[in-house]
């Protein structure tokens, strides 16, 4: 058999949602910066994004990492998305320190604790490792500053009258009272979320792209569905991120966590240094708290906790003769 193309990666998973790290194969890429580098890859591999995250070696939820050096920070990545590039992605960040750990690149396992900082697309984050009996036990990393562009735009659309918030997290987000647009939060609420999800996730758009949102100058790149919830040890925030009609995030979402946090300081929910736990439809938790930016009324810095664990290592290869060399997605 001739082989192609071959790329290798380290596959880990956040809270179930999947991340690709990519560990060789990826040609040498130009520019000063991740982000030119990212817009390099664009412009002369993206057939090497499908080729990894599309059907047949993914699927509509994978998300890619490419790592890369940075003079900024101490490691350079961006992030591929199945239908999209990325500005930056939390489940992905903490899949990747996990990984990072794996390869033994980011201190000796018998310490404590290991910090690194990262340049992404979106600007320069930190993240810290914590181990117990030489496995990570937590990883937490500081985002780009959160805030909130737009409160209650009215959104009409799959016969639902809602209001929603649109938040920068690192990523555009439309957040929805998920009782307000009918969704139930929970594995059998899915495929009705991701249909409503998408309808109003569109009429959102559209309406931010003919102007009609004053604060809000970029489309969303997802809608977040939340409520809030309380227990003995605090709040909750149960939510479910909607990407796309056949895509969903199954972690609670590093980036729209953020994107939350961002909304609930603005509105009074949530003080400042307060911690919340924001929980995925599978009930696992990251611990999600807002910090103070230097010189920024407005702004929040979020710090997110969550956890990784490695699924495989796998070396991909396109043979000679395949039908579908970048592989393929069916909505």
């Known amino acids: 058999m001739t082989i192609r193309r071959w790329i290798s990666t380290i596959d880990s998973h956040t809270a179930g949602h999947p991340t690709r790290v990519v560990t060789g194969g990826v040609p040498p890429l130009k520019g000063d910066t991740v982000e030119a580098r990212a817009e390099d890859f664009r412009a002369r591999f993206d057939p ?16 890619g990492v490419v790592m890369t050096e940075s003079t900024r920070a101490d490691f350079g990545a961006f992030f591929l998305g199945s239908y999209k590039y990325l500005e930056m992605c939390g489940h992905a960040t903490i899949g990747l320190a996990v990984t990072l750990d794996h390869m033994g690149l980011i201190g000796p396992a018998d310490a404590p604790h290991s910090s690194f900082t990262l340049e992404v697309p979106a600007g320069i984050i930190t993240v810290h490792v914590r181990r117990e009996q030489g496995m990570v036990a937590a990883v937490t990393f500081e985002n780009v500053p959160a805030h909130v562009a737009a409160c209650n735009v009215p959104v009409s659309a799959a016969g639902l009258n809602v209001s929603a918030d649109v938040v920068w997290g690192g990523n555009w987000y439309g957040l929805i009272a998920a009782r307000a647009a009918g969704v139930e939060l929970a594995p059998s609420g899915v495929s009705h979320a991701m249909a409503v999800g ?75 240094d307060q911690p919340i736990r924001t929980r995925n439809i599978l009930g696992v938790d990251f611990t999600a708290t807002a910090r103070a930016v230097d010189g920024r009324t407005g702004a929040i810095r979020p710090h997110i906790i969550g956890l990784a664990h490695i699924t495989g290592e796998h070396r991909f290869v396109l043979a000679h003769g395949d039908p579908l060399p970048d592989g393929f997605l069916c909505r």
Do not use: W
Not at 48 to 63: K, S
């Open 198 to 272: 998408a309808a109003l996730k569109a009429a959102l758009n559209a309406g931010i792209n003919e102007g009609r949102v004053p604060g809000a100058a970029r489309p969303v790149d997802s809608i977040l569905f939340y409520e809030t919830e309380a227990d003995e040890e605090g709040l909750v925030s149960r939510q479910l991120v909607v990407l796309e009609s056949n895509k969903f995030d199954r972690s609670p979402c590093g980036t729209g966590s953020s994107a939350r946090l961002a909304q609930m300081v603005a509105r009074g929910e949530l003080r400042l």
């Open 48 to 63: 090497l994004r499908t080729f990894l995250l599309h059907e047949p070696r993914g699927h509509a939820a994978m998300v």
